[in-house]
């Protein structure tokens, strides 16, 4: 499966984690794509932190308006009803607890739940931006990421390694290989992609998993 495909099996799989009226947050990078794959029964409103919701699907290419930007300078679409305001407002949503879900990348999550994905020691990174504040101030954190790295190392380990973007805030993992949720009593592996099988999921985890008898699949 090439990496285009295996982004769409996430996002899909992601963007079915809603409910009806949430106010969502979609990190930068493939966590924007999300929008792109909401179910038509399911409204929602997106929020973006450099200040505004109501955010739509990606704009065509040669439709991009280049003053209507995510918080990671990608063009975007506004819904009708969509409304624009500032920083401090914006952070109030989120510090104020009112986003439901917000959906970021990782480099690393461990089995307590832990978040690296902000920096690389030694790589130059931009800074951490609005991530601190969603998984702290989201009443759900989901974490949509490739289950190997690009060296073909786990990502979902017993513990980070890198340094951490928040403890213990994560709920939800999707990979291109499965769906994890995040307990009080460890990994619980809750469904396994249609192309992969139980014992790859397990050989390309360094965490913990808990197996219950019941596993379901997913596809794109």
Known sequence: MDKLKKRELIVKRVAQ??????????GIGMPTMVANFIPKNIDIVLQSENGFVGLGPAPKEGEEDKDLTNAGGQPVTINPGGVFFDSATS????????????????LEVDEEGNLANWMVPGKIVPGMGGAMDLVQGAKKVIIAMEHISKTKSPKI???CNLPLTAAKEVDLIVTDMAVIEVTSDGLVLKEVAEHTTLEEVKSNTEADLIIPDSIKSFGV
Do not use: M, S, W
Request: charged residues 25%.
């Open 157 to 159: 380990l017993k513990k």
């Open 91 to 106: 952070f109030a949503i989120i510090r104020g607890g009112h986003v439901d879900a917000t959906v970021l990348g990782a």
């Open 17 to 26: 984690e809603f409910n009806d009226g949430d106010i969502v947050n979609l």
